[in-house]
């Protein structure tokens, strides 16, 4: 069973649509992060959300921490084809500040 | 550019070879990492160093061994895989945080491991 499960695990879009994925668990995080890997590279850190209700923006990209720090989502606005990538969750535990890895949200942004 | 290097990029060796791999970081982090990543599964955390001591091994078989000698530079020994080795070996580093945990990671390219 994971703790923090990632849906849906394949999205492929035309470019201009919008999309939201999501990164829930049961468990509470003190903050979650956000990174984004492209093929035959190492993933790269696109944010970090620490306040439940949190909502930061970055250009294109909207990522919200649930109330609860307990879930994440994370929406895209007219995608383009260089969103094309896996999304990861990490959320860091609020009982013992260990770093818990979702399974990915694979990407495609068709032309 | 990436400040967390890896090599070999690639690397194909048979289940009685012994090889290793190398990460370098050059952002002046504390913390190093390896982790495993297959397929649709989680990334696995294999071990940690901070400050050059190992804090975590998660229980990976004796097959791996790692080895820090200084807070830039992490290895991870190989030797007798298996075929289910296989997979994206990710080499990252970290700033320490306050409270001892895990902070934000900055990770290498990767090594892609085949076992044959």
């Known amino acids: 069973t994971q703790l923090l499960e990632q849906s849906p695990q394949f999205l492929s879009i035309q470019e201009g649509e919008n999309l939201t994925v999501y990164c829930n668990s049961s468990?509470?995080?003190?903050?979650l992060q956000w990174y984004r890997q492209e093929p035959g590279e190492g993933p790269v850190l696109l944010v970090t959300?620490?306040?439940g209700g949190e909502v930061k923006k970055l250009k294109r990209l909207t990522f919200q921490f649930g109330d609860a720090r307990k879930d994440s989502s994370l929406h895209i606005t007219a995608a383009q084809t260089g969103d094309t990538g896996l999304y990861l969750c990490?959320?860091?535990?609020?009982?013992?500040?260990?770093?818990?890895w979702g399974a990915g949200t694979k990407l495609i942004i068709k032309p | 550019e990436t400040g967390v290097t890896q090599t070999p990029r690639h690397l194909v060796m048979g289940m009685t070879n012994k090889k290793s791999l190398k990460c370098e970081q050059h952002l002046g982090h504390n913390a190093m990492y390896w982790y495993k990543q297959s397929a649709k599964k989680p990334l696995e955390l294999m071990f940690v160093?901070?400050?050059?001591?190992?804090?975590e091994n998660n229980s990976v078989p004796s097959r791996f061994s790692p080895e820090c000698p200084n807070s830039s530079h992490l290895f991870l020994h190989l030797h007798t895989l298996q075929p289910e080795d296989s997979a994206l070996y990710l080499c990252?580093?970290?700033?320490?945080?306050?409270?001892?945990?895990?902070?934000?990671?900055?990770f290498g390219p990767g090594t892609r491991l085949t076992v044959t």
């Open positions: 959300v620490v306040t």
């Open positions: 990252a580093s970290s700033p320490l945080t306050g409270t001892g945990g895990f902070d934000e990671q900055y």
């Open positions: 468990s509470v995080f003190s903050s």
């Open positions: 160093y901070s400050l050059e001591e190992r804090v």
């Open positions: 990490a959320g860091v535990m609020d009982s013992n500040y260990q770093l818990i």
